[in-house]
């Protein structure tokens, strides 16, 4: 890969389209992409030929967005349970879901939004899985490259992901 700034300017908006699949958020999207676009540029003497620039670019967006995860569910890491010695009440005691439920999604933004919501609520495995091969035209082969994951399981996931979708996106699909 000789022309870095060229490839960045090529495949900067692909790379929001998956990490905005990825996280759902279109700000988080962007610090994932901005994040893979300097690890392209620290990296790119290191690119492997034997990926295409663009399965390249899908396994550091899935590399870094793993890694925000695991920073993310670190922080969240707190006691439910109040402490009885505090005499206060626990996050458990006061837990409301901030998330809309999927009807309001799908009324207050429309198709769109219901199915971003649909895919955020799949394991990550699996939104990947769903997104590389579904939404990103991979095929099961390459998909299963940039996960570096055997083909089978990709499968399994994108098997699971759209079974998982299909439900929880039915009352969009009976409208039609």
Same mark, same amino acid.
């Given at each position: 890969?000789?022309?870095?700034?060229?490839?960045?300017?090529?495949?900067?908006?692909?790379?929001?389209?998956?990490?905005?699949?990825?996280?759902?958020?279109?700000?988080?999207?962007?610090?994932?992409?901005?994040?893979?676009?300097?690890?392209?540029?620290?990296?790119?003497?290191?690119?492997?030929?034997?990926?295409?620039?663009?399965?390249?670019?899908?396994?550091?967006? @899935?590399?870094?967005?793993? &890694?925000? /995860?695991?920073?993310?569910?670190? %922080?969240?890491?707190?006691?439910?349970?109040? +402490?009885? #010695?505090?005499? @206060?009440?626990?996050?458990? &005691?006061? /837990?409301?879901?901030?998330?809309? %439920?999927?009807?309001?999604?799908?009324?207050? +933004?429309? #198709?769109?939004?219901?199915?971003?919501?649909?895919?955020?609520?799949?394991?990550?495995?699996? %939104?990947?899985?769903?997104?590389?091969?579904?939404?990103?035209?991979?095929?099961?082969?390459?998909?299963?490259?940039?996960?570096?994951?055997?083909?089978?399981?990709?499968?399994?996931?994108?098997?699971?992901?759209?079974?998982?979708?299909?439900?929880?996106?039915?009352?969009?699909?009976?409208?039609?």
């Amino acid at each position: 890969m000789e022309d870095v700034r060229g490839f960045i300017e090529k495949y900067t908006p692909q790379a929001y389209v998956m990490a905005f699949r990825l996280t759902g958020d279109r700000s988080q999207a962007w610090d994932l992409v901005q994040n893979a676009m300097l690890r392209v540029l620290k990296c790119h003497e290191r690119y492997d030929p034997a990926y295409q620039p663009e399965q390249w670019l899908h396994q550091i967006l @899935r590399n870094l967005f793993i &890694d925000r /995860l695991r920073v993310e569910a670190r %922080r969240r890491e707190t006691p439910l349970e109040a +402490d009885p #010695d505090e005499g @206060r009440l626990g996050p458990s &005691d006061t /837990l409301v879901d901030p998330e809309a %439920r999927p009807d309001e999604v799908v009324a207050r +933004d429309g #198709d769109r939004d219901a199915v971003q919501a649909a895919l955020k609520e799949l394991p990550v495995e699996w %939104r990947m899985a769903v997104a590389l091969v579904d939404l990103e035209g991979y095929s099961y082969e390459e998909a299963s490259r940039v996960l570096e994951i055997p083909a089978s399981t990709l499968g399994v996931y994108v098997f699971r992901g759209r079974k998982k979708l299909k439900q929880t996106l039915a009352h969009l699909m009976g409208e039609r």
